[in-house]
């Protein structure tokens, strides 16, 4: 009977650990098109619950996160992806259509549910085409549960994602990339702060009418953010940039970078914080300048020679009215082609000491992806080793769980390139690619090495900076290199000591990075760059890894392709 008793105590106990105070955080979501001028333009953007960037998702580590999302958009389909998220125990819930789910048809409701493993800076965003640029963003703040701190201390918390805003629709974008003669998108009208710009009405070539076009519209009023002074914040500062690589500064403070996509970084200060699509920073920002005034907070496109001008918004000291415009002028950003910069903020970036988590010391498997520019048939696409990826009909979880293998190729994808004879330096013949399906196969449990390697484009002396996202994993960033790889020389400089842990990262103009990740979440996983143009035209891949591990799927994520006649009547 004692030993019951004990047994009984022992339970209880369990239930009392610090992982039962999870909670379920329940949202209702409805996706919907409106008219907004969030630069001063008026056009269709896609809202959720009637604002874009959407509601922010707060959490604590460990909660259950349940999201409706109801798909008003009449004659548009939809998907959501959780960016950063791992979705362990959950793919079919990564929300990426076409790999782990089908879309969500006009007038249905989709539930989305997934746990939050770990605190930090997260993203959510629309999967499906080019749709996320059309206004389906927002943060996802996950904080320590009750009683634990952060290696870091400040008094308050704000998030601000970064973007650029086209005033073309996602249809005409995409219309043209698929189109013979080629058209490109071309440079963004604006950069976004949270939401805000502005775009000068009476510099637009035709004149637009003030019924199109209103610079005193409130709706496009500077974003502001009030600060009080002598505190120390945490901006969580983010990018969705549908193309342009960034910069952030705000005028006369310096950064301090303490988190890289829910990751602790040993600080380091900076005056630009340099930011690609996808990433997600933690800065600490001390207001410790002349409280009488307020300060710009200036974003810029880097890497590109753009026309866009500069995004603005105001760090408002109280108790300065939050709308008083700087006496100054705003500062100038970084030079838009000078990568040295770039590059040695992404070699500064380490675990920081006391959360460092070491990568194994081998890789069983290493696979290099040749980011080139190529002529399909006639169309620009964007490769890997001089294949396009295109999505599937049937979903690949779905087509590898239920035996539809013939949905797709099954000639796998090649994991390397010519690389003795295929000069990265120079403008390619590249008219003999091909479009594929294929996906990698992946040992579960197996240690896994990607090599980035970025070449020139279908330009002469001209390579882009591509930020590539891993659904479903974190990965150890264990490199960055100018020029062609080295499979003999380069490994032997990996650092193994201290690597930052991070789903998005870039590899740089005419340069290299190398990443190590385990496969060991089962499930279907796209990898891609994070540009929405260069994905839509091919720049992506696919991983599967431990498929008969998968529990059964939901039937909420089907009825596209084969998957139709899975549905029972």
């Known amino acids: 009977m004692m030993k019951f008793f004990a047994l009984c105590f022992f339970v209880i106990s369990l239930i009392n650990i610090p992982i039962a105070d999870a909670r379920i955080r329940h949202y209702k979501w409805e996706l919907k098109y409106e008219y907004k001028s969030p630069d001063c333009y008026k056009k269709l953007v896609i809202t959720i619950n009637g604002r874009t960037p959407g ?68 993203l959510y965003h629309a999967h499906y085409g080019m749709q996320r640029e059309a206004g389906i963003y927002g943060s996802i703040r996950v904080a320590l549960p009750d009683g634990e701190s952060e290696p870091f201390a400040y008094d308050y918390d704000r998030s601000i994602i970064l973007t650029d805003w086209y005033h073309k629709s996602t249809y005409e974008q995409a219309a043209g990339l698929s189109s013979i003669p080629f058209q490109w998108v071309g440079e963004p009208q604006s950069l976004l702060i949270q939401g805000k710009g502005r775009f000068d009405c009476s510099a637009a070539n035709p004149p637009l ?131 040295a910069p770039r590059f040695n903020q992404s070699v500064a970036i380490k675990a920081r000491r006391g959360h460092i988590y070491p990568p194994p010391a081998t890789s069983d498997r290493v696979i290099v992806l040749l980011n080139t520019q190529n002529t399909v048939n006639g169309n620009v696409r964007w490769s890997v080793n001089k294949v396009s990826f295109n999505i599937p009909h049937t979903p690949y979880l779905i087509a590898l769980k239920e035996n539809l293998l013939h949905t797709f190729s099954q000639t796998p994808p090649p994991e390397g390139y010519d690389f003795k004879n295929y000069d990265i330096f120079a403008r390619q013949n590249n008219t003999n690619a091909t479009t594929s399906d294929a996906i990698y196969r992946l040992q579960l449990n197996s240690t896994v090495d990607i090599i980035l390697q970025n070449a020139n484009t279908m330009n002469p002396n001209n390579s882009e900076t591509h930020p590539w996202h891993l659904h479903g994993h974190d990965f150890w960033v264990l490199g960055y290199g100018k020029g062609k790889f080295d499979p003999i020389n380069d490994p032997k400089n990996y650092n193994l000591v201290d690597p930052i842990m991070k789903n998005t990262v870039p ?63």
């Open 55 to 122: 509601p922010t998702i707060l959490a604590k580590q460990n909660d259950t996160v349940i999201v409706e999302v109801k798909n008003s958009l009449l004659t548009e389909n939809t998907a959501i992806h959780w960016h950063g998220i791992r979705q362990i125990g959950t793919p079919w819930f990564d929300g990426t259509e076409g790999v782990t789910q089908c879309p969500i048809l006009p007038g249905d409701t989709f539930v989305y549910k997934f746990v939050v493993d770990r605190p930090g800076t997260y």
């Open 209 to 339: 009418k003030a019924d199109v076009c209103n610079n005193t519209n409130p709706e496009c009023s500077l974003y502001s953010t009030t600060v009080v002074p002598g505190k120390t914040y945490r901006l969580r500062i983010s990018s969705l940039s549908a193309l342009s690589a960034l910069s952030f500064q705000i005028e006369g403070h310096n950064m301090t970078v303490v988190e890289a996509d829910g990751h602790y970084v040993e600080p380091f200060v900076v005056k630009n914080l340099f930011i690609y699509s996808g990433e997600t920073y933690s800065v600490l920002v001390k207001t410790d300048q002349d409280p009488s005034r307020n300060y710009w907070a200036t974003t810029n496109v880097v890497s590109r020679n753009a026309t866009t001008p500069p995004g603005l918004a105001i760090f408002n000291y109280y108790p300065n009215h939050p709308r008083r415009s700087p006496p100054t002028i705003p500062p100038s950003g970084p030079m838009w082609n000078d990568i």
């Open 507 to 569: 590899v740089h103009p005419f340069g290299w990075t190398a990443l190590r990740f385990k496969a060991d979440n089962p499930g279907v996983w796209a990898f891609h760059c994070h540009i929405e143009s260069h994905f839509f035209m091919g720049m992506g891949v696919v991983f599967e890894e431990g498929i008969e591990r998968v529990g059964k799927l939901p039937s909420s994520i089907m009825g596209c392709g084969e998957t139709k006649r899975l549905l029972k009547p």
